[in-house]
Nanobody, 124 residues
């Protein structure tokens, strides 16, 4: 089993940056592909970015490609989401998730374990 804890959210002005972290428990973190998702008020949870087990493959939602970067540090059991050029429409609760069998999938149902989320608010 994997437990995930996100951190790094907060309030930032449009154009600013934040780096989210997701710390995982357990010795099998290196066996999981990892993803970031977000959910804005009144909207469904959506895919943001994912990274393969090896870290060599990444996948992004079109609206964040070129602005967000996902990375992982298996020695620290942590996955990151660097968010630059933030926009008000990026405001949401951001969740990290672990996928035992994939390589960076975008479907929510592929992910077995989820964190509790961290709030990101971008002011205009």
């Amino acid at each position: 089993q994997v437990q995930l804890v996100e951190s790094g959210g907060g309030l930032v002005q449009a154009g600013g940056s934040l780096r989210l972290s997701c710390a995982a428990s357990g010795r099998t973190f290196g066996s999981y592909a990892m993803g970031w998702f977000r959910q804005a008020p009144g909207k469904e949870r959506e895919f943001v970015a994912a990274i393969s087990v090896s870290g060599s493959s990444t996948n992004y939602q079109d609206s964040v490609r070129g602005r967000f970067t996902i990375s992982r540090d298996d020695a620290k059991n942590t996955v990151y989401l660097q968010m630059n050029s933030l926009k008000p429409e990026d405001t949401a609760v951001y969740y990290c998730a672990a996928d035992r069998w994939g390589s960076g999938r975008s479907s929510l149902v592929a992910y077995e374990y989820w964190g509790q989320g961290t709030q990101v608010t971008v002011s205009s």
